[in-house]
């Protein structure tokens, strides 16, 4: 057989060697879980503390902002971990990696692909939050409270900024995830920085804390401040990026 | 563009390789020519699955050099974050092998044509190839169960059909025995030992089993510390080995003193029997002939040959 000799099968092929691995997983099921989870959860509570039918547009907001506030706190970081721990797991646990590599695939690209499948599967699942939270609202609006778009329109629009800077903690959880097999490292590593984000998030530090940049993004309390956690997200993703690609590969395959 | 060779399909020259200050790898030279199905021996500890890994790509030797087909596998390339040179594989000589290293590495939640869809997708082969691989391997038939539900024997085979996807030169396997029942090891020998007149591929296997190294290599060799102590196709070494005999006779006395007489070593076991021990093979019909034509009778004649684990053992004892 004559084989066409490509050094480096493209990005997408590796991309979709990735997405394969992960068929009948519970990482994909993660993706829909776990939103639902939020949304299910700040539901309850607002049918619980007040009634439907006075629900007005203070309780739609602090409804929506409930929703976010759970997800971009405490649900994203985890999210992120489990995720990143889940696709490089996959190899941790099955030796995936010997397989890999021997083959020909190039590392970089190896790990390019599995962090574009984290980011992917991040992105799925902010879709499938809004997705849910307006399943939520049309449910709670047939069972008597009152119509909403408003909250529900902004809250989609700020969803790219939420995807725009969970990047550093996405980049700094798959480094981990990659570099270390057991889960509860990448685990441990995203409890106790989720634990700071209260802390860190609201001084003026919050800056030096990429955990805070998806809450600043969300939650901010101006236009301004939201915009400066997008644009540091991204120069502080650029950064980690090509410090983590080169040292994951250093570590992956000596020489 | 890469040359195609004529020689060997492997060649290793001069390869070093230290850990945490302990030389796993001495300055090792092999050559594993095309077509022959090559046994690599050695006690634990010894380097093979290191040499395994440099021949893989896994591991970077530290000094040295992998021809694949007549195509270095190494070049010396200074990284961003390196101060010095180091060797790094050439990924585009990975298309021309199949490595197998240690444990299979499957993933239990797919199905097996899954399984090695995913080589043909890195490759840029035909989904064809998965139908092809699996029938070399006898497992046509389980293309759609899920790899959690093998046995370790069906899984090897798989793990070897992936070695096998796109037609490689040179397949590259550590232990691809270990850990398998009677049955499977029988299945994956044949399967090895029938590969190179089959597709034409060079099995190059590490082994600790060394009535398997007998049974299907047509070369072998054995690394000590290292480097490589002794190298052979099995049929020189055969050729090479020397035979035990006992013989039945009518008068072990008279037999002994003919034997003597001719420069052959024997031990009276009792008044009827001898043995002549270290006995070149083509010494025993001589050695018949001559207690024959001297008078002596002659009953019986057994012969033992040396195995390879008896040779192999003799040669690890210190």
């Keep these: ?255 | 563009m890469l040359s195609q060779p004529s020689e060997n399909a492997l060649a290793l020259n001069q390869i070093s390789k230290t850990y945490a200050g302990k030389q796993v790898l001495s300055q090792l030279n092999l050559a594993v020519p095309y077509g022959s199905v090559f046994a690599f021996l050695g006690n634990n500890g010894e380097g093979k699955s290191t040499t395994i890994r440099v021949l893989t790509g896994l591991e970077a030797p530290d000094a040295g050099s992998v021809t694949i087909c007549g195509n270095s596998l190494y070049t010396k390339r200074r990284s961003l974050l390196s101060r010095t040179a180091r060797f790094v594989p050439d990924y585009r000589l990975l298309h021309r092998l199949g490595g197998l290293i240690d444990a299979p590495s499957l993933y239990p939640n797919l199905t097996a044509a899954e399984f090695l869809s995913i080589g043909c997708r890195i490759k840029g082969l035909p989904v064809s190839e998965i139908d092809r691989v699996l029938a070399v391997v006898s497992l046509t038939g389980a293309a759609k169960r899920h790899i959690g539900q093998f046995s370790l024997g069906m899984k090897q085979r798989l793990a070897i059909a992936h070695t096998l996807l796109g037609d490689p030169k040179l397949l590259i396997l550590d232990e691809p025995t270990n850990g398998l029942d009677p049955s499977g090891i029988r299945d994956i020998r044949q399967l090895l030992s029938e590969l190179p007149a089959s597709t034409g591929t060079t099995v190059f296997f590490s082994t600790h089993n060394l009535d398997e190294v007998e049974k299907m290599a047509t070369r072998f060799a054995v690394l000590k510390d290292g480097r490589i102590r002794f190298e052979s196709d099995i049929p020189s070494w055969k050729a090479a080995q020397q035979f035990n005999m006992t013989l039945e006779v009518g008068d072990a006395n008279a037999a002994h003193t003919v034997l003597l007489q001719h420069g052959f070593q024997s031990t009276m076991t009792n008044p009827n029997a001898l043995r002549v021990e270290g006995l070149p093979r083509d010494e025993q019909p001589r050695l018949h002939a001559l207690l024959v034509n001297e008078g002596i009778e002659l009953f019986q004649s057994y012969q033992s040959k040396t195995s390879l684990e008896q040779w192999f053992t003799n040669e690890h004892t210190d």
Excluded at chain 1, 193 to 200: N, Y
Excluded at chain 1, 232 to 242: C, D, K, M, P
């Design chain 1, 1 to 255: 057989m004559n084989i066409p000799i490509n050094p480096f099968p493209g990005l997408s092929r590796l991309l979709a060697v990735e997405c394969l691995k992960l068929k009948r997983t519970s990482t994909l099921l993660m993706v829909f879980a776990l939103p639902f989870l939020v949304v299910l959860f700040s539901t309850g509570l607002a049918v619980k503390s007040q009634n439907l039918a006075g629900f007005d547009a203070q309780a739609w907001q602090r409804w929506w902002m409930g929703v976010m506030a759970l997800w971009s706190y405490f649900m994203l970081p985890m999210f992120i971990a489990l995720i990143t721990g889940a696709i490089n797991g996959n190899e941790h646990k099955n030796h995936g990696w010997r397989l890999m590599l021997a083959l020909p695939v190039n590392l970089y690209s190896l790990y390019i692909a599995k962090l574009l499948l984290g980011v992917l599967l991040t992105a799925s699942a902010l879709l499938w939050l809004w997705l849910s939270g307006l399943l939520a609202t049309l449910l709670m609006t047939a069972l008597g409270a009152p119509g909403e778009t408003e909250y529900g329109m902004v809250l989609l629009n700020a969803m790219p900024a939420l995807m725009l800077t969970s990047l550093p903690v996405l980049i700094i959880q798959h480094a981990v995830s990659w570099r270390f097999g057991n889960i509860i490292v990448p685990l441990s590593v995203a409890v106790m920085a989720t634990m700071g984000i209260v802390q860190i998030g609201s001084s003026e530090y919050w800056v030096w804390y990429p955990w805070s940049y998806m809450t600043m993004s969300a939650m901010g309390g101006t236009e301004e401040l939201r915009h400066h956690a997008v644009w540091l997200s991204l120069a502080v993703a650029t950064g980690l990026f090509w410090l983590s690609t080169l040292l994951a590969a250093s570590h992956k395959r000596a020489g």
